[in-house]
């Protein structure tokens, strides 16, 4: 915040800090542990006495104490970005990216290699979560069988479900948030991340498509059942993905002109843009 308000986050440093010592007690995975740990030490570095403070201060020290320390020379608290790492990706190339990609459902038999996956995983975990709490796992299906089982249960792959070489199954968890008016977060964080997925797959030659999750009971009791979900895992959609088959056509998706999609304040809409096909590199 700027400027800084000191002290800050009296109404839930007390529930914050006694979740940081049972994240540690349970084990928590050791990097949301020292992100937690940087931060906490931090507030409680800067933040002058106060009645609600103080007894916390001791809980910190001796959590932090209790957790493996490693050398990290850069605390996980905020930070000035640096200019000279701001990636050269230009407006065009991200706009040629978006154009080439398009929903594949045609796919070569060839097995994809689990360590591009894991890649295109790694570029999703980057995408925006409401409170930073990305409450979502992408369960990858790549066992020929397993791939023919479930492929079977959303409506919307006859046709094609039977050539799709892997699936990944994203699940969103309930869990990560407390109050039933956030509920639809989970459906919005994983679909963010599910887009920086499926750009990551395309961009190491990987075609996807995503496919639609039904909300209809009867499938849902089989998805948890197969995926052995939990009570609060909900699936957000799946996506089918392979090397194209460079003899499989996909469908030229027309999209809404800008002047149809977006509106600047109450101004009247603009003219409409060149026709789709003047611009669709494909025509
Ligand atoms: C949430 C979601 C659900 C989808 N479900 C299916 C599906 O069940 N079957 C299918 O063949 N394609 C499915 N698609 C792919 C869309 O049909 C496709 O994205 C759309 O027609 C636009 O084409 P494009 O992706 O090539 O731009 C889905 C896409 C999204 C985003």
């Known amino acids: 915040m700027r400027p800084r308000r ?35 030490e931090e507030y409680m570095s800067i933040t002058p006495q106060h009645a609600i403070i103080d007894p916390l201060r001791e809980v910190v020290s001796q959590t932090t104490a209790s957790i493996l320390h490693t050398a990290d020379p850069h605390p996980r608290t905020p930070y000035l970005r640096s200019r000279s790492e701001q990636p050269t990706v230009s407006y065009e190339q991200l706009l040629k990216l978006a ?16 360590h591009l996956i894991d890649k295109a995983i790694e570029v999703a975990a980057y995408s925006p979560s409401a409170c930073n709490r990305q409450p979502f796992e992408f369960r990858v299906f790549d066992n020929p069988d397993l791939v023919s089982k479930i492929i079977k249960l959303p409506m919307g792959t006859s046709g094609f479900g039977h050539q799709v070489p892997a699936l990944a199954v994203v699940i969103g968890k309930q869990r990560n948030y407390f109050s039933e ?11 963010l991340a599910i887009m920086s997925f499926v750009y990551a797959l395309e961009v190491q030659g990987l075609g996807s498509c995503c496919i639609n999750w039904p909300d209809i ?23 089918a993905l392979g090397y194209p088959d460079a003899e499989g056509m996909v469908a030229n998706s027309t999209k809404k002109s800008l002047s149809i999609m977006r509106r600047y304040n109450f101004e009247e809409p603009s003219p409409p843009a060149p026709a789709q096909s003047e611009r669709n590199p494909a025509q």
């Open 99 to 114: 154009e080439y990609r398009r929903s594949v459902r045609w796919f070569m038999p060839d097995a994809v290699p689990r």
């Open 181 to 191: 008016r956030d509920r639809h977060l989970i459906y919005i964080d994983g679909s």
């Open 6 to 40: 000191l002290p800050f986050g009296l109404d839930y440093i007390k529930e914050t800090v006694l979740a940081y010592s049972r994240a540690a007690n349970a084990g928590a995975e050791i990097n949301e542990l020292l992100w937690a740990r940087d931060v906490l």
């Open 217 to 239: 009971e009867d499938r849902e009791q089989k998805m948890q059942k197969l995926l052995d979900l939990q009570p609060d895992e909900r699936p957000i959609m799946l996506v």
